[in-house]
Nanobody, 126 residues
Framework: QVQLVESGGGLVQTGGSLRLSCAAS????????MGWFRQAPGKEREFVAA???????YYADSVTGRFTISRDNAKNTVYLQMNTLNPEDTAVYYC????????????????????WGQGTQVTVSS
């Protein structure tokens, strides 16, 4: 059974930091891009960051310079380091795996990701 399990969410004050982890089990995703998405209350799920199997990286404009995505294929885990958090970052954060192996360029399109975690809540207080 394939599972993606996010962890590391929580409550943090404005300006604080959190590091999210997404551990995969059931198969390896080393040949796939991995992405982070988020969904705030009443809003659609949106792209945050993604890293390809060859370590090409892309960020949403809203997090560029503050968030860093990385992966450890030996641990089958992808990370999202989030710095300088603000209340607009409050959301449930999801990790996902690209449905197409060996895609060179990362995709920001939700439907291109076929495995999803259950999400982890990030709340930033003002």
């Amino acid at each position: 059974q394939v599972q993606l399990v996010e962890s590391g969410g929580g409550l943090v004050q404005t300006g604080g930091s959190l590091r999210l982890s997404c551990a995969a089990s059931g198969r390896t995703f080393s040949n796939r891009a991995m992405g982070w998405f988020r969904q705030a209350p009443g809003k659609e799920r949106e792209f945050v960051a993604a890293i390809s199997w060859s370590d090409n990286i892309y960020y949403a404009d809203s997090v560029t310079g503050r968030f860093t995505i990385s992966r450890d294929n030996a641990k089958n885990t992808v990370y999202l380091q989030m710095n300088t958090l603000n209340p607009e970052d409050t959301a449930v954060y999801y990790c996902a795996a690209d449905r197409r192996p060996l895609r060179t360029a990362v995709t920001t399109t939700l439907r291109e990701y076929d495995y999803w975690g259950q999400g982890t809540q990030v709340t930033v207080s003002s």
